[in-house]
C-alpha cells in the first residue's frame, strides 16, 4: 500500500512540474493554484509512503523517476531536445535508484 502513496505522489509532483510552465511565473492563478495542489498532495503522499518504506529509498525513487519522466515529457510535449547527455545522465540516476532498492534492509 505504502508503494501505491509513494507511485500516486510521484503522479501527483509529474502534474504540477508539468504545469509549472504554464503558471507564467505564478502570474497566472489557476495554473499556479493547480502546482500548489499537486505539489502539496505529492509531499502528503511522501510523508504516507515513508511510514514504511526507507526515507532514502523513498526519495530515490520519488526524485528519481520523477526526474526522467519531467524529462521525457519535456521532450515529447514540451518541444524540449532529448540529447545523449541527458540519456546517460537519467541511466545513471535509474541505476543509483536500483542500487539503493538493492542493498535496502527492508521495511521498519
Known amino acids: 500500500m505504502h508503494y501505491l502513496f509513494l507511485f500516486i505522489a510521484i503522479a501527483a509532483e509529474l502534474l504540477a512540474t508539468a504545469l509549472m510552465?504554464?503558471?507564467?511565473?505564478?502570474?497566472?492563478?489557476?495554473?499556479?493554484?493547480?502546482v500548489l495542489a499537486g505539489y502539496g498532495a505529492s509531499f502528503i503522499l511522501l510523508?504516507?509512503?515513508?511510514?514504511?518504506?526507507?526515507?532514502?529509498?523513498?526519495?530515490?525513487?520519488w526524485s528519481g523517476v520523477g526526474t526522467a519522466a519531467i524529462v521525457a515529457i519535456g521532450a515529447v510535449f514540451l518541444g524540449e531536445p532529448l540529447t545523449t547527455v541527458k540519456v546517460a545522465g537519467i541511466a545513471l540516476i535509474i541505476g543509483g535508484v536500483v542500487m539503493l532498492n538493492l542493498n535496502t534492509s527492508g521495511a521498519h
Open 21 to 34: 510552465k504554464s503558471t507564467h511565473g505564478f502570474t497566472r492563478l489557476w495554473p499556479t493554484l493547480a
Open 47 to 61: 510523508a504516507q509512503a515513508v511510514k514504511s518504506i526507507e526515507v532514502g529509498v523513498a526519495y530515490a525513487i
